[in-house]
């Protein structure tokens, strides 16, 4: 355990991001050896004097980047960085994922996307590997003002800023209009990686509890009488943990509060393209006639998250302070990214595309609502959603999510504790399943596992 001793005094970053980039660190410099078991996660976070959020995060991030492996019932391991195979023959097995937002593999357009790159190279040439201006391409930005139009977001290409990927957009946006100690509202629960970049930049966190129909309105006003927020992070259609949807009275209130208190909107949208079965699936920013949302738009759960690409669209009078906090960040994203990424929507039916995608997610998020409907909801509680990829579900008093999170592990199905996902927590009872990677035969069975051994958890692992 000696040679995981991670020096946390050092940490100039937050906590797991610090304990992430040493273990890979690590990995890379080959001290650690390909296949060794790495810390269980309680003595890891023992050992540094963290909780065990800050493992689990660091540990998910790795394995989402192909550092390390999971077996289930042995423990974390190193990848062979250098093999096609992660894990020896002898312990690969199938695992089912709720706890990955990437989608599946085998739903990437592949041999189309193949052939917008070729044609980025064949008509872009030598120019394709130069820095992007500032903005980014303005052929991408111009496909992206008609894109966004079918959103009923109107707009111009000066206010489109090429990004890679949404977690560089909410990066952006605090370098560009958050100092230390601003206050920054979010959505109680809300997504970890926002959360860890406004904790990153001093930020003061208010949290506000989301209601079935989006977040509620009257402690928001309680608070806006007491703070003055720079902006209030929302994510108003199929939000990440929950899968609520704003309703269309509170996106229309949002936009009245945000003009009567002056502050900004940051909208985080990552699937309001597809309607599944709400009411209103338009964006925040689509209600906004006075320049308060900043709306970031991620590409990673319609095309291929490796991409790295999205946008943000951004109000004239902060556009400057974005820009310079863009090209501080990474000058711009790769020209050869942007430019496939038009050629590809401008050449491979993208609107028949995003129909075949929602079909896809659609199919998913029937059955699994389903399932867990039949299966899950008169053993444990099921926040209500109208669609996306998540389903935020709650333990009963005296059980914790972090136990059951490893129980599920050693049955073959990872889920997300809900320590991820709020900025201080007081019960830890709450747990995410993710629908995006797994195939229809894995959710059945993953809910069914689920359904199956839960009170087998219930029986061993109450509080006394």
Not at 76 to 83: D, H, Y
Not at 111 to 132: C, H, P
Not at 149 to 155: E, P, V
Not at 310 to 319: C, F, N, R, T, Y
């Amino acid at each position: 355990m000696e040679k995981f001793l991670i020096d946390m005094n050092q940490n100039k970053t937050t906590k797991y991001l610090h304990v992430y980039n040493c273990i890979k660190k690590m990995i890379q410099d080959e001290k650690l050896n390909v296949h060794e078991k790495l810390p269980p996660i309680r003595k890891f976070s023992k050992l540094l004097g963290v909780n065990n959020a800050t493992i689990i995060k660091a540990y998910e991030l790795l394995e989402n980047e192909g550092y390390i492996y999971k077996i289930v019932g042995n423990g974390t391991f190193v990848s062979n960085l250098k093999g096609e195979n992660t894990k020896p023959k002898e312990i690969r097995g199938g695992i089912i994922h709720f706890d990955s937002g990437n989608p599946s593999n085998d739903m990437f357009p592949i041999d189309s996307f193949k052939y917008a790159v070729n044609m980025a190279l064949e008509k872009d040439g030598n120019s394709i590997f130069d820095y992007e201006e500032g903005l980014g391409s303005e052929d991408l930005r111009e496909n992206l003002v008609q894109y966004l139009k079918s959103l009923k977001i109107n707009t111009t290409v000066d206010n489109i800023q090429i990004i890679s990927g949404a977690q560089q957009g909410i990066d952006i946006v605090c370098k560009g209009i958050i100092s230390h100690s601003d206050v920054v509202f979010v959505e109680e629960p809300s997504y970890a990686g926002a959360i860890d970049v406004f904790k990153s930049r001093g930020a003061k966190i208010i949290s506000i509890p989301m209601l079935d129909d989006g977040i509620d309105i009257g402690i928001l006003k309680m608070k806006l009488e007491k703070f003055k927020p720079k902006f209030i992070y929302t994510m108003p259609n199929f939000q990440n943990p929950t899968g609520i949807s704003y309703s269309a009275y509170k996106k229309n209130k949002l936009i009245e509060l945000a003009k009567e208190y002056d502050f900004y909107i940051l909208e985080d949208d990552f699937i309001s393209d597809f309607k599944f079965n709400s009411e209103d699936n338009r964006p925040l920013r689509s209600y906004d006639d006075g320049g308060r949302v900043i709306y970031i738009k991620s590409f990673s759960k319609i095309l291929m998250p490796g991409l790295r690409i999205g946008l943000v669209e951004v109000p004239s009078k902060l556009m400057t302070k974005i820009l310079i906090a863009k090209h501080s960040s990474d000058i711009s994203t790769p020209g050869l990214i942007q430019k496939s990424m038009y050629y590809f929507m401008k050449n491979f039916e993208w609107d028949s595309y995003l129909i075949s995608m929602e079909n896809v997610y659609m199919n998913k998020y029937i059955i699994a609502e389903k399932l867990i409907k039949d299966k899950l909801s008169k053993k444990i509680k099921v926040r209500n959603s109208c669609g996306g990829i998540n389903f935020f579900l709650e333990l009963p008093l005296n059980y914790n999510s972090q136990t059951y999170t490893d129980f599920l592990v050693n049955k073959g199905v990872y889920i997300t504790p809900g320590t991820y996902f709020f900025d201080k927590i007081v019960e830890d009872r709450f747990f995410r399943v993710n629908i995006a990677k797994p195939s229809i035969s894995e959710i059945e069975e993953g809910i069914s596992i689920i359904s199956d051994s839960i009170e087998e958890f219930f029986d061993k692992y109450k509080y006394k």
